[in-house]
């Protein structure tokens, strides 16, 4: 340290001071000095647990935002700083390809704090939604085409979010890239056919896999109500195989 100390006078022949960025959830040890008859050195640790996530996730660099994983949570569970974390990557991200960097840093960065199991349940069940219109995806997506020119994809993207996220039909209509009385239309939709109640009906613990397809499969049953879906969007929403859809179809038709 003292010699990259004296390497910035050196070269920029202005006063340098010294700052180490400790991650470590642990207290460092660490000796900051140095001092002999002729001198007398030190430099100084930050602890980045010591700081207010906040302070990471309002940065206007998204790669800096990560960085509140490590932060201090204050009277915020680990799980409600991920979600945030996560809401801000979707925000900011161009596309699939930096979604994924971030989210893998933010896997590699939370596993020093013991969060990476966590960290990656939970961004894998968020309704992964990027501002498609500039995803290649989309692009290609768009030209099959669906009621008023929506594509699939921003289809399903909008019925995911309106099951598993609190947000407002702007902020969804924004994130998917579609018009607002699409949103109303398909929410509309949804709780006619109890499909949103149906959902939330099923409190299910994490890696429940008897749950989640019975959730699925009354979901899917609910949203084989609503005639503008088709099997593939159903599919895609509630994760089962297409044709165990088409088999639910079948036999949703016979009952009646």
């Not at 647990?49 to 949570?73: G, M, V, W």
């Not at 699939?96 to 896997?107: G, I, S, T, V």
């Not at 607002?180 to 239309?185: H, T």
């Amino acid at each position: 340290m003292l010699f990259y100390k004296v390497l910035g006078i050196e070269i920029t022949d202005l006063p340098v001071k010294q700052y180490v960025l400790y991650l470590g959830q642990d207290n460092p040890n660490i000796n900051t000095t140095f001092k002999d008859e002729d001198m007398d050195y030190r430099y100084h640790v930050i602890q980045v647990k010591e700081i207010a996530y906040q302070e990471f996730l309002n940065s206007s660099n998204t790669d800096i935002a990560l960085f509140a994983i490590l932060a201090d949570f204050g009277q915020d569970t680990p799980e409600y700083v991920i979600e945030k974390i996560g809401a801000r990557m979707l925000r900011d991200a161009d596309g699939e390809l930096e979604f994924q960097k971030w989210q893998r840093q933010l896997e590699i960065i939370s596993n020093i704090r013991n969060l990476q199991e966590k960290t990656i349940k939970i961004l894998e069940r968020m309704p992964i939604v990027l501002d498609i219109k500039k995803d290649l995806r989309y692009q290609q997506g768009a030209k099959e085409g669906l009621e008023q020119g929506v594509g699939k994809q921003a289809t399903i993207t909008v019925i995911n979010m309106l099951l598993e996220t609190n947000f407002s039909n702007r902020k969804i209509a924004t994130l998917a890239a579609v018009k607002i009385p699409f949103v109303v239309k398909i929410e509309k939709a949804l709780t006619k056919n109890r499909v949103k109640e149906v959902w939330k009906s099923f409190e299910i613990e994490e890696d429940n896999k008897t749950m989640i397809t019975k959730r699925s499969i009354a979901t899917a049953k609910s949203l084989l109500k609503i005639k503008s879906f088709s099997d593939d969007i159903i599919a895609k929403v509630t994760e089962l195989e297409a044709v165990k859809v088409k088999q639910l179809r079948i036999s949703e038709t016979k009952k009646k």
